[in-house]
């Protein structure tokens, strides 16, 4: 699986692959949420990190977001769920970003265990998301950093 480079022409594929992914697996965020998180994705936060994504079957599979060693966002299409993209893309992240860093939610114990699974150790948790919510956030460091 190749890892790709990221454009702003690729960010309305994006933006649907991390709706689609949210939504899969975010259950504890509310619609309105969802709805206010969206355009601050596409107008801010894609243009604030370094984005790689992996394609299959021509379209974006999976997408990973780094800045400043933090994987900022890491995000799967549920049709490719199990698939070994978001292993993959954390590889990539780790061995050619610089990746050392991960903020999860809480109440996504799947993801804490992925990160787990990728190296990734808790060091601590803020009890409000980065939007100021009361989503408490995980935070979590790669072995050896």
Same mark, same amino acid.
């Given at each position: 699986?190749?890892?790709?480079? #990221?454009?702003?022409?690729? %960010?309305?594929?994006?933006?649907? !692959?991390?709706?689609?992914? !949210?939504? $899969? ?35 974006? $599979?999976?997408?990973? *977001?780094?800045?400043?060693? +933090? #994987?900022? &966002? ?17 590889? %990539? ?5 610089? $990746?050392?860093? !991960?903020?999860? +939610?809480?109440? +996504? ?14 060091? *601590? ?7 100021? +919510? ?5 935070? &979590? !460091?790669?072995? *050896?950093?």
């Amino acid at each position: 699986m190749e890892v790709k480079q #990221v454009t702003k022409k690729h %960010y309305k594929e994006l933006i649907e !692959v991390w709706e689609s992914s !949210v939504r $899969a697996t975010h259950h504890f965020l509310p619609e309105e949420n969802i709805l206010e998180l969206r355009p601050l994705i596409l107008q801010y936060y894609f243009d604030a990190v370094e984005l790689r994504c992996i394609t299959l079957n021509k379209e974006i $599979a999976g997408f990973i *977001g780094v800045a400043d060693s +933090n #994987v900022e &966002m890491l995000f799967v299409s549920p049709s490719y769920f199990g698939e070994g993209i978001g292993s993959r893309l954390m590889e %990539y992240a780790i061995s050619s970003l610089g $990746a050392l860093k !991960v903020d999860v +939610n809480e109440q +996504n114990p799947q993801a804490i265990g992925f990160y787990e699974k990728m190296g990734f150790k808790r060091t *601590g948790r803020s009890e409000l998301d980065g939007q100021g +919510n009361p989503f408490p956030l995980i935070h &979590m !460091v790669r072995n *050896g950093a």
